[in-house]
């Protein structure tokens, strides 16, 4: 390891000469010559098994997508502060819009129009380190904040906390004719004990060993990872995870509660996979219910999430080209562990974390994607999914070819919308460091 630069000198350079031995070195030559690049088109051609895409579903109308983004600020010198800031969007369009919308070069303003229309927003910023709240730790500034951003009422108003409400319905089970009556236990903030819950509806109350405030955000589990005054990136971008995930499920509450039947029209898009990491696979367990639940009452709703980058998708890469045009493929648990993830274990994958199936899905040689389906199997994990498990499935392929961006190879529309309303990249970043400075004074 060279030396990390100081405040003064520049860092110690690896130097490249030492590399000349190597390449000389007999063994390194003969070993070399030796390596071949594997055939993945005769090997996968075997293993993978693609099928015809389903012709016979019918179009959805209304389409919900959601993104988020993060942007950790980190003062390159000492004492390093770092602030995280955190958005998400929630975006509607509907066939009509998006019908209006030249696929090949969309004119800036139209896009604007439907976005401004139909587009709510959520942003928030955590202390992550070095930076703190008068007179709190870090621990429990980030605790207070992640819990007050899921109460966030938006820009003028237009959220009206239904990330909270939504956050609730999921938690307790609220579509079932007798919800949970408490939250399933958790970690306390304060004794560490496994004994921290609330009782039906409640966001907040008291641990019932010690006594300490509980939030029902808490849940998640992120204080596990923090001290009092350090949070590392990765709360940020998990804070963010959930805020997309209760994003696109707040539709989907309000529709249950309201007129379900309009749910049976509708597909819900999220960037990224339907999964939710470590401790906040607290909700993927109750979602799966829901999904199976709602499928018990004859409405299949109808969810996809995207992967742009991954293992899954670098497979795809890989076995994608010589694979028919309108085909899909559902790898099962056997080979995503031997041919995806490369593990060598009997351990089934994502069946804690994840709430669909992957697949990959070539429409046409331009666009192939890897998406995320939900699975109905009595709210189980699904090992082996097949075209039956996929819920609304035929209809979620009938619906892709009106939503595929001409853009970029295998992109969505709705998920690029998302992406231009979420995206922090166009953040001013002179405006941000300032907002950095402004809060840190007097630290
Ligand atoms: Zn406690």
């Not at 910023?125 to 007050?148: C, H």
């Not at 509708?266 to 639940?293: H, M, N, Q, W």
């Amino acid at each position: 390891m060279p030396y990390q630069q100081g405040n003064r000198l520049p860092p110690e350079r690896a130097s490249k000469l030492g590399h000349l031995e190597v390449i000389q070195s007999d063994l390194v030559q003969k070993l070399c010559k030796s390596f071949n690049d594997p055939e993945f088109v005769e090997q996968t051609n075997t293993i993978s098994k693609w099928e015809q895409l389903p012709i016979d579903g019918i179009e959805l109308k209304i389409i919900f997508s959601t993104d988020g983004s993060i942007q950790v600020i980190e003062n390159p010198n000492p004492p390093f502060k770092a602030i995280a800031f955190v958005k998400s969007a929630l975006l509607r369009v509907d066939q009509y819009a998006i019908a209006k919308i030249d696929k090949d070069t969309p004119n800036p303003f139209a896009l604007r129009d439907l976005m401004k229309e139909s587009a709510l927003y959520h942003s928030t910023a955590f202390p992550l380190r070095n930076v703190f709240i008068e007179g709190k730790t870090n621990f429990n500034s980030i605790r207070e904040i992640m819990f007050e951003s899921v109460k966030d009422k938006g820009l003028n108003d237009s959220l009206e906390g239904a990330m909270m409400d939504t956050l609730k319905w999921i938690a307790y089970e609220k579509w079932l004719d007798i919800p949970k009556q408490e939250l399933e236990r958790f970690g306390c903030p304060h004794c560490e004990k496994n004994v921290a819950t609330l009782p039906y509806n409640e966001e907040k109350g008291k641990c019932p060993e010690c006594g300490g405030e509980i939030f029902i955000t808490d849940m998640f589990g992120l204080h596990q990872s923090m001290t009092d005054d350090f949070a590392p990136n990765q709360v940020a971008s998990d804070y963010m995870g959930v805020s997309e995930t209760l994003m696109i499920f707040t539709p989907i509450r309000f529709y249950w509660e309201t007129n379900r039947v309009i749910l049976k029209n509708c597909l819900f898009v999220k960037d990224g996979p339907l999964s939710l990491r470590a401790t906040l696979a607290k909700l993927s367990a109750p979602i799966r219910r829901f999904f199976e639940y709602a499928k018990s009452k004859e409405i299949e709703v109808a969810m996809i999430g995207q992967e742009k980058s991954g293992q899954f998708y670098d497979h795809l890469q890989l076995i994608g080209n010589s694979a028919s045009p309108n085909s899909f493929f559902i790898p099962d648990n056997r080979y995503i562990q031997e041919h995806i993830k490369h593990n060598n274990t009997a351990a089934v994958y994502g069946a804690d974390t994840n709430y669909g199936a992957k697949l990959f899905v070539k429409m046409n040689d331009y666009h192939k994607m890897v998406i995320n389906i939900p699975t109905g199997e009595r709210g189980e994990f699904v090992t082996s999914p097949s075209q039956i498990h996929l819920i609304n499935f035929k209809n979620i392929i009938a619906t892709i070819p009106k939503i595929l961006s001409n853009k970029f190879e295998g992109a969505l529309l709705p998920i690029e919308l998302a992406n231009k309303i979420a995206s922090l990249s166009t953040y001013p970043s002179a405006k941000a460091l300032e907002l950095f400075a402004d809060a840190t004074k007097g630290t």
